[in-house]
């Protein structure tokens, strides 16, 4: 399985990016996904989550501002990002997963992409 990310990139405060997210080598269609993201000297945290049937979950610091969506003719997944804000700064990762009793968790990555937004 290959995940490879594209769209970061420098944004003001207040701005818009859309990230996205190229998959390969497995049946993209019945997979969840996910976007995560780790700011400077922090933990990785999970953003947004999609399932196979489209059901998307956020982590409260972003719900309102980003959507996650999918196309599976593509096998891609995007994340929007709307009203960005400088704590949004960071590597964005994007990863297959799956949802289990402790949480979701996540065995295919890409290598990242950085987004960095200024004030």
């Known amino acids: 399985v290959l995940l490879v990310e594209s769209g970061g990139g420098l944004v003001q405060a207040g701005g818009s990016l859309r990230l996205s997210c190229a998959a390969s080598?497995?049946?993209?269609?019945?997979?969840?996904m996910a976007w995560y993201r780790q700011a400077p000297g922090k933990q990785r945290e999970l953003v947004a989550t999609?399932?196979?049937?489209?059901?998307?979950s956020y982590a409260d610091s972003v719900k309102g501002r980003f959507t996650i969506s999918r196309d599976n003719a593509k096998s891609t997944t995007y994340l929007q990002m709307n009203s960005v804000k400088p704590e949004d700064t960071g590597v964005y990762y994007c990863?297959?997963?799956?949802?289990?009793?402790?949480?979701?968790?996540?065995?295919?990555w890409g290598q990242g992409t950085q987004v960095t937004v200024s004030s």
């Open positions: 990863a297959r997963g799956r949802t289990v009793d402790t949480g979701y968790v996540s065995d295919y």
């Open positions: 080598g497995s049946i993209f269609s019945i997979y969840s």
């Open positions: 999609i399932t196979s049937g489209g059901s998307t």
